[in-house]
């Protein structure tokens, strides 16, 4: 085909990021030529027209699919989804153009290239269903028709996949899919193995067995297991339904039994209840949680799953001490998990990254062999150590990553504490969906045997040191009286955010990946929770607040930091149209939450305080709510400027002269200064520099924005010196509106203590 542009995309299976490579020692890989090899897609050039391609429409999505006859495919797009009501992500498969049946085999380096336009500029993602640590490709198309190239390295589970075209709502960076007719051309599509991956020989492991159960006896051995009892799960101060997953069981005891020398977990239909609600079905779950708990090593189960719409089995791992914080800033590990309409195929995920909602995950996935599925029994396992974890399925390889991070800690973390294991059959939720009129039920896990094993020739790290576990309902803090005199205080460094004063910012983070602001809005990924939209106007940031949800984090504005260990000053204006709390967090500190009052005037808020370690955080401003912070139902608007965080330190007192005491014998020399003589003029140490002392003041709520504008024009500390003390080597503090803040485990220092601390804590399944 004429006048095509190329571009090429270069990926690889199995990534590492650079510091997984200092740690972690990987055998080489290297590439042999294979030669051109025949095309794995069948018709790839549409010369028999639209055989072996089928299109999908779906979740609101509608098109027509033709080859004309030129031998170019067509997929004219009449509509596309949008948004994931439950899921509140972009639903990229609303139309789909596919071909099934491709075989992929390991150990294979692979170039897939294909000819494509749209007359709508827009992105799409290709999809390699059942290929597992693969994950989708972005493309750009535009009116004129390019040649696109994608290369990866597979070395996994070889397997038979759907390859996928996503045509939906497609969102890559600030190119978002618009929902307009328009028409996708494509042609000569091919995926081609283009050299042999030959891998280094890897070390040995030398597994000894440190941990097991064979469920020999007649009951569950409670000294190696508890229960997990309920419906529900804590959350702060509240409960959380469903297991946090829209689940639909209640677990109890009766549900979990030991026969015949394998662990029987039973899903039943029948109503119970609790003081939460009422269930419709209940099941079992056993985890091994203050009872054994293991860093690295291998763990496998030999298990029989249930077939059928609803059941969701699960062989997981959590952390014992969530050393890094609430799920799933700590991680956790699914060995296994099942949907159980799906028979043929089970899934490997780790989750980590921050607390929830700031979490992600990675995930794989492992197709059984003709003549076998979930119903047999089969021997699921991970093997984990520092910086990698591998799934296997009979030992079947099919899963490794050694990608992943921690907001809270540096790599491999989370994934170097100890994790307890868990199993359990969960009853609906969103990823097992719910029973219908063919569910078999009741229906049963069996499990065989659970084993743990320790490689005798790993050398481990220190184990991490978790930090305290807070209350989860600590008590209400009194005020503290202020330890601090305000004049006590200097500036000693340079503003560390940049663009406080807004006069830069037009766009926001994560969409545009160079803005130095970020914003979240959870109300755009569940119903009803906290949603803004941020403007600045005339170089101040405008907050409208559409609804407040029910965290005060549901609405968040953020930057990221460096902080060496020291002390500083945080300090910002702000109003509200509505007189209400906001709350600021210095992330990844160990400090709580810092609660203002902000009413109608624009005042001058700071507050104190001390790092005893050097953190990489966030300053994050929520304008959500707390669960007990009144709900304004109204729209309404708030504003922020000249938000500075700089490093201070105390103005040390001068030294006393020390008079020696007068001898008695000696006269007193008496004073015959004149009274009347006027004193000389004391020459003023700052050299005549000009003072301003309504910088960052406001204290009577200048309504007319006065005071803020004064504080416009001021150097990058934001700061001036004070005339009643003035030093050389820094500047003195003003004295400011007050605030309240949490003394967190590092001990914050603050001007006054209040607010409490907010845990977050959600557990998958």
């Keep these: 085909m004429k006048n095509k542009k190329l571009m090429t995309i270069v990926s690889s299976a199995l990534l590492l990021t650079p510091l997984g490579l200092q740690q972690l020692s990987i055998p080489p890989v ?38 004309d006859a030129d031998g170019v495919a067509n997929v004219h797009i009449q509509s596309i989804a949008g948004l994931h009501e439950d899921w509140g992500i972009p639903i990229s498969w609303s139309t789909q153009l596919f071909q099934e049946g491709v075989r992929v085999d390991s150990g294979y380096t692979y170039e897939l290239s294909f000819d494509a336009s749209s007359t709508q500029p827009r992105p799409i993602e290709v999809e390699f269903t059942g290929l597992s640590g693969v994950n989708n490709v972005p493309f750009e198309l535009e009116e004129e028709m390019t040649t696109f190239t ?22 890559l960076g600030e190119n978002e899919t618009q929902n307009e007719a328009h028409t996708i051309s494509i042609d000569n599509v091919s995926l081609r193995a283009v050299s042999e991956i030959a891998e280094g020989e890897e070390r040995e492991r030398d597994w000894s067995l440190v941990w097991e159960d064979e469920f020999d006896g007649d009951s569950l051995d409670l000294s190696k297991w508890r229960y997990d009892i309920g419906n529900y ?8 339904a469903g297991w946090g997953n829209e689940e639909s069981q209640y677990y109890q005891e009766d549900n979990v039994r030991v026969e015949d020398g394998r662990l029987i977990i039973e899903a039943r239909e029948e109503t119970v209840s609790d003081e939460h609600g009422t269930y419709d079905y209940t099941s079992g779950k056993i985890l091994t949680d203050g009872r054994f708990s293991q860093r690295y ?16 089995p699960a062989f997981w791992m959590m952390p014992q001490d969530d050393v890094y914080g609430g799920w799933a800033a700590s991680g956790e590990i699914d060995i296994m998990e099942n949907r159980g309409d799906h028979p043929d195929t089970v899934g490997a995920a780790i989750h980590y990254g921050g607390e929830w909602p700031g979490n992600t995950h990675s995930a794989g996935e492992y197709r059984f062999p003709e003549g076998r599925d979930i119903t047999d029994f089969n021997l699921y396992s991970i093997e984990w150590e520092p910086g990698e974890i591998r799934w296997y399925v009979n030992d079947d390889l099919y899963y490794r990553t050694s990608e992943w991070h921690s907001d809270n800690g540096e790599y491999p973390a989370p994934f170097d504490q100890e994790f307890y294991l868990i199993l359990n059959l969960a009853v609906g939720g969103w990823y097992g969906l719910e029973p219908d009129e063919s569910t078999p039920l009741p229906s049963q896990v069996e499990v065989d045997y659970v084993r743990v094993y320790e490689d005798q020739g790993l050398e481990e790290a220190p184990v991490p040191t978790p930090d305290p576990v807070p209350d989860p309902n600590p008590e209400e803090p009194t005020e503290a009286e202020d ?17 406080g004063t807004f006069e830069q910012t037009t766009t926001f983070g994560p969409e545009d990946e160079q803005a130095v602001w970020s914003i979240h ?15 600045v106007l005339d170089d101040v940031l405008n907050v409208t607040v559409e609804q407040m949800g029910w965290e005060w984090w549901h609405i968040q504005l953020f930057q990221e930091v460096t902080l060496p260990s020291g002390f500083y000053l945080l300090s910002f204006d702000m109003a509200s149209e509505i007189p209400r709390d906001i709350y600021v967090e210095l992330t990844n500190t160990g400090i709580g939450l810092a609660e203002f009052s902000i009413n109608e005037d624009m005042n001058t808020f700071e507050t104190i305080f001390e790092l005893t370690e050097d953190s990489e955080s966030q300053l994050l401003f929520g304008f959500g709510r707390n669960p007990d912070d009144e709900e304004i139902q109204i729209i309404y608007n708030m504003m922020v400027d000249n938000i500075i965080l700089v490093e201070v330190e105390r103005i040390e007192d001068e030294e006393p002269i020390s008079e020696e005491p007068a001898d008695p014998e000696e006269p007193v020399e008496e004073d015959t200064e004149d009274p009347d003589e006027e004193e000389p003029p004391v020459e003023d140490e700052t050299d005549g520099a000009e003072t301003d002392e309504s910088v960052l ?19 990058v500390t934001g700061v001036t010196e004070d005339k009643n003390d003035p030093d050389e080597s820094g500047e003195a503090l003003p004295k400011t509106a007050t605030s309240t803040w949490t003394i967190g485990a590092l001990g914050a220092i603050g001007l006054a203590s209040g607010g409490g601390l907010k845990w977050i804590r959600k557990r998958r399944k």
């Design 30 to 67: 290297m590439a042999q030529e294979v030669g051109m090899e025949e095309n794995r897609l069948s018709n790839g050039d549409f010369s028999d027209g639209t055989t072996n391609w089928s299109t999908w429409d779906g979740e609101g999505g509608a098109s027509e699919f033709t080859v």
């Design 150 to 171: 994608h290369v990866f390295d597979y070395s996994l589970q070889s397997n038979t996949i759907d390859l996928k075209f996503l045509f939906g709502y497609v969102i």
């Design 233 to 240: 799960m804590p959350s702060g101060d509240e409960w959380v």
């Design 297 to 312: 090593g291998r763990f496998e189960a030999s298990m029989k799953l249930p077939e059928g719409q609803g059941f969701w």
């Design 483 to 499: 330890p601090f005199n305000r004049d006590d205080w200097r500036v000693i460094g340079d503003n560390l955010i940049q663009d």
């Design 521 to 535: 809005n959870q109300g755009l990924y569940e119903e009803w929770a906290g949603l803004a939209s941020f403007n």
């Design 697 to 715: 003041e406001n204290p009577e709520g200048d309504s007319d924005g006065d005071a803020r504008e004064e504080t416009k024009d001021e150097d």
